[in-house]
């Protein structure tokens, strides 16, 4: 069975500019739930989408949005980029959310 | 959800037992402990959970304490693989906290030869 996906592996972004990251869950997994982690530090919770729903969000700002679609993969889009949201952007999908949690291999964002 | 507190950095020999220790004095009934890993760029890897009772799968074991404020995960047999950081999570299993992970500084596990 194929594990979670993420696209792009990599992006180079500049400043101020507008960047959209999607992800696959596993198959039968209706929850997706995205985190942004920083060089050196554990992972940060940015949303949780469960049945296409928002059930949760981190603290970070409104530049920072996403949807779920009905076959449930996720879109994670970040505007006005800044230079800090520099991360790897991962991606986790579970059953409910409320159970154990699968990541994918993550997104390498670069803002310049 | 509880704060945890692991040490920073543990090491151990190949084909030994890795025992990582986890307090979370403050955990309340209602509260699983998670372990995740995460090898060097790759996302976390889920481990293991338990509420109360010990527990075993094909990765690990989990050993949580009687009265629930301290947890040891337990790899019997570490291999250089297991090189990573090791995060112990205690988390609502309902409510407000719809699992939402909140990883921490977690542990630097490193296997030598």
């Known amino acids: 069975d194929a594990g979670v996906t993420q696209s792009p592996t990599h992006l180079i972004k500049t400043r101020g500019q507008q960047v959209t990251l999607r992800c696959s869950p596993i198959s039968g997994h209706k929850s997706v739930s995205w985190y942004q982690q920083v060089l050196g530090q554990g992972p940060q919770f940015i949303f949780q989408y469960y049945e296409k729903e928002e059930r949760g969000r981190g603290n970070f700002p409104d530049r920072f949005s996403a949807r779920q679609f009905p076959n449930y993969s996720s879109e994670l889009n970040v505007n006005a980029l800044l230079l800090g949201d520099s991360a790897l952007y991962l991606c986790?999908?579970?059953?409910?959310?409320?159970?154990?949690?699968?990541f994918g291999p993550g997104t390498r964002l670069t803002v310049l | 959800d509880a704060k945890t507190t692991q040490p920073p950095s543990m090491d151990c020999a190949e084909g030994r037992a890795a025992n990582l220790p986890c307090n979370h004095s403050t955990i309340s009934g209602n509260e699983y402990v998670y372990w995740y890993r995460q090898i060097h760029s790759q996302g976390p890897q889920y481990i293991i959970h338990g509420l109360k009772n010990n527990e075993t799968n094909e990765m690990a074991s989990l050993i949580i304490t009687e009265d629930r404020k301290s947890s040891t995960l337990i790899l019997p047999h570490a291999t250089l693989r297991d090189t990573a950081v090791y995060y112990c999570?205690?988390?609502?299993?309902?409510?407000?906290?719809?699992?939402?992970?909140?990883f921490g500084q977690g542990t630097i596990l490193t296997v030598h030869p």
């Open positions: 999570i205690a988390i609502n299993a309902g409510g407000t906290s719809y699992g939402k992970l909140t």
């Open positions: 986790a999908s579970s059953l409910t959310g409320y159970n154990e949690q699968f």
